[in-house]
C-alpha cells in the first residue's frame, strides 16, 4: 500500500528539500521503492540537492498538462535504482497546476511506488496546499527558533483542514522533524529544547536532526547526505527517521559528531 | 547548568521564547478555530431583522475592533425609510398571528 507524504514547513529555509532528499534515499536504502516530487513550481531546487538537474527534461507541469507521460518526467537515481525524482518546472505559470491534475498524477504515483515524498514549497499559497492536498501522512520540518514553530502550528492546523483526508473525517499522520539542532546550545538555555517544541506543537517527534556541516558538504555535491556520508551525525539521523516512518522502533538519540583525533587535541568544536 | 549561566554571564532565552509562543499560539489557534465568525454573525443577523424588515443584504455590515482591553462588534443596518409601513404591511398579511 503506497503512501504519499508531504514534507512540509511554512517557513522557508528551514530544511525542506534537505529532508526530503536524506529520507527518500534512506527509505530506498531499505529497499522500498521511492519517489520524490518537487512541488516548488518557479523555485525548483530537489533536482539540483539529488545531482540530477542536468538530466531533467520534462516536469510535473508538462505531465499535469499531458505534454509529456509520467515516464519521460521520472528521473532515475544514479546511486540507487529504486529512488526516482518527478522534478518541478522552472516557468512561473503556477496556476499550471491544477487539482485534479496533481490529484491524477499522486494517484497514478501511487500504483508505481512504495512511497511517494511531496517536497513542499515555503509558504500557504497554492503550491504549499497542492503538496498536502492528498497526503496519507506529513513530515512538519522546524528549526529551534520561534518563527518556524509558529509557522509549523500553522500548517498544522492547515494539515487537519485542507487536506482530502481532513474532508473525508480522516486524520493526516503528523510527524514533526527537528533539523539544525544544536544539544550544547539547548542544553545552555539559548535554544528551544525539544521537549519545548513538542510541548507546543502537540506532535509526535519523527526524528532529531543536529545542525552539521555535513548537510552542506552533501548539497555542495548534489547528493542526500544519507548517501553522502551514511556514518555522519545527520545521515544517522535520518535514516533512523526512516525507519521510524517504516514503522521500526528507534531509540530517538540525538547523534553527535564523530571528532577527529587532531579536532580533539586542539579542543575544536565539530559543528 | 545554572553555575554555568552564572560564569559567562548571559540569560537563558529559550525559556523566553517558550513563553511568548504559547501566548501568540493561543490567540492564533482560537482565531483559526472560528475564521468565518463575522460572515456567521453576519448571516443571522440578517436573518433575524429580515422577518420583521424588507432588507437588501448588502447594507447589513459587520465589523469587529480589537483592542488592547475591549473589543468592539460594530453592526450597521441601513433600513429603507418607509420601514415601518414594510412592517405593518407584513403584520397584516400575518393577520390574527401577530398581537397589535
Keep these: ?271 | 547548568m545554572n553555575l554555568l549561566r552564572l560564569f559567562n554571564g548571559r540569560k537563558a532565552t529559550a525559556p523566553v521564547a517558550r513563553e511568548r509562543l504559547q501566548i501568540l499560539l493561543a490567540h492564533e489557534r482560537g482565531l483559526r478555530g472560528q475564521p468565518d465568525l463575522l460572515a456567521t454573525l453576519r448571516e443571522e443577523i440578517l436573518a433575524v431583522v429580515s422577518r420583521h424588515i424588507q432588507l437588501d443584504p448588502d447594507k447589513v455590515i459587520v465589523r469587529l475592533d480589537r483592542g488592547p482591553t475591549v473589543s468592539t462588534l460594530e453592526v450597521d443596518i441601513e433600513v429603507p425609510n418607509n420601514f415601518e409601513q414594510t412592517k405593518v404591511h407584513a403584520d397584516r398579511r400575518l393577520g390574527a398571528l401577530v398581537p397589535p
Design chain 1, 1 to 271: 500500500m503506497a503512501k504519499v507524504l508531504v514534507v512540509t514547513s511554512g517557513k522557508g529555509g528551514v530544511g525542506k528539500t534537505t529532508s526530503t532528499a536524506a529520507l527518500g534515499a534512506a527509505l530506498a536504502q531499505n529497499g522500498e521503492s521511492v519517489v520524490v516530487v518537487d512541488f516548488d513550481v518557479g523555485l525548483r531546487n530537489l533536482d539540483l540537492v539529488m545531482g540530477a538537474e542536468r538530466r531533467v527534461v520534462f516536469d510535473l507541469i508538462n505531465v499535469v498538462q499531458g505534454v509529456a507521460k509520467l515516464q519521460q518526467a521520472l528521473i532515475r537515481d544514479k546511486r540507487l535504482e529504486n529512488l526516482w525524482l518527478l522534478p518541478a518546472s522552472q516557468t512561473r505559470d503556477k496556476d499550471a497546476l491544477t487539482d485534479e491534475g496533481i490529484g491524477r498524477i499522486i494517484g497514478e504515483l501511487r500504483t508505481r511506488f512504495d512511497w511517494v515524498l511531496c517536497d513542499s514549497p515555503a509558504g500557504i499559497e497554492r503550491g504549499a496546499m497542492l503538496a498536502m492536498r492528498y497526503a496519507d501522512e506529513a513530515v512538519i520540518v522546524t528549526n529551534p527558533e520561534v518563527s518556524s514553530v509558529r509557522d509549523s502550528d500553522r500548517i498544522i492546523g492547515m494539515l487537519d483542514s485542507k487536506t482530502v483526508k481532513a474532508e473525508r473525517g480522516e486524520r493526516v499522520t503528523k510527524h514533526v522533524l527537528i533539523t539544525r539542532y544544536d544539544p550544547a546550545r539547548a542544553a545552555r538555555g539559548e535554544m528551544l529544547s525539544i521537549q519545548d517544541i513538542l510541548e507546543i506543537l502537540a506532535t509526535p517527534l519523527l526524528g532529531i536532526i543536529p545542525e552539521s556541516q555535513d548537510v552542506l558538504r552533501a548539497s555542495n555535491v548534489g547528493s542526500p547526505v544519507t548517501l553522502n556520508n551514511a556514518a555522519s551525525a545527520p545521515a544517522r539521523a535520518y535514516t533512523d527517521a526512516a525507519r521510524r516512518l517504516m514503522g521500526e522502533t528507534v531509540d530517538m538519540i540525538v547523534p553527535a559528531e564523530r571528532r577527529g583525533l587532531m579536532n580533539r587535541l586542539l579542543g575544536r568544536r565539530a559543528a
